[in-house]
């Protein structure tokens, strides 16, 4: 299947086990280093991964200027649309959804009535902005509190967007399962002090996606 305007897609060498609908974050494209290592990792171990751009990201590449994202209620239908074309178009057995930051902070807000209707096995977030930068107080955790739709996020130990600490103290479902890349940042690059590096916490990151994403396959 060629890709639709606007994807890129990622493909294993035999037919997909899973498919995972993946969005970038608020400041970096669907080709930015991250989520084209990432999704590389995760296609070498048998996940399809279809990346797609919101659209204030897509009239970047037109205008060449810096445009802020969209309002949440434009990046929900956005994403919500992307479902629904993949479903049109490949029918997939097992669709996962997710992104990187704010990208999977929306795939987890449109992941339960999606996976109610059977149209989603679970979301991947891949370091969740479970508060603006400086502002801890301004938590954007009241959905996931209720949330029963598997998750898995992935993040750094040292994330100043919610770190191991802050983290630990918020009501989280049952359902969301993290993992922690120790010393890791926002992007999951760790300090040089560490003795850690970032491609050994992507590839970490790719394969504990991959994992939770076999584990529910139908």
């Not at 434009?74 to 097992?94: G, S, T, Y």
Request: glycine content about 10%; proline content about 7%; overall charge neutral.
């Amino acid at each position: 299947m060629s890709a639709p305007a606007g994807w890129l897609i990622d493909r294993p060498e035999t037919e997909p086990r899973s498919w995972l609908l993946f969005a970038h974050g608020a400041g970096a494209p669907m080709d930015s280093d991250f989520m084209q290592v990432l999704s590389a990792q995760m296609a070498e171990q048998g996940v399809g991964v279809v990346r797609f751009e919101f659209p204030y990201m897509a009239e970047r590449r037109v205008s060449g200027g810096r445009r802020p994202p969209n309002k949440m209620n434009v990046l929900l239908e956005f994403f919500q649309q992307q479902i629904d074309v993949i479903h049109a178009r490949m029918q997939p057995e097992n669709l996962f959804i997710g992104g990187k930051s704010m990208g999977g902070r929306v795939a987890s807000m449109v992941a339960q009535e999606n996976f109610d209707a059977g149209r989603v096995s679970g979301a991947v977030c891949l370091g969740y902005p479970f508060h603006p930068p400086g502002k801890p107080d301004n938590l954007r955790t009241e959905h996931l509190a209720s949330l029963t739709c598997p998750t898995l996020i992935v993040q750094g130990t040292r994330d100043k967007l919610g770190s191991r600490e802050e983290v630990a103290g918020y009501p989280l479902s049952t359902m969301i399962d993290c993992c922690w890349l120790e010393d890791g940042d926002h992007d999951f690059k760790p300090r040089k002090i560490s003795g850690f590096t970032r491609q050994a916490h992507w590839q970490r990151a790719a394969d504990l996606a991959v994992a939770f994403m076999c584990a529910r396959e139908l």
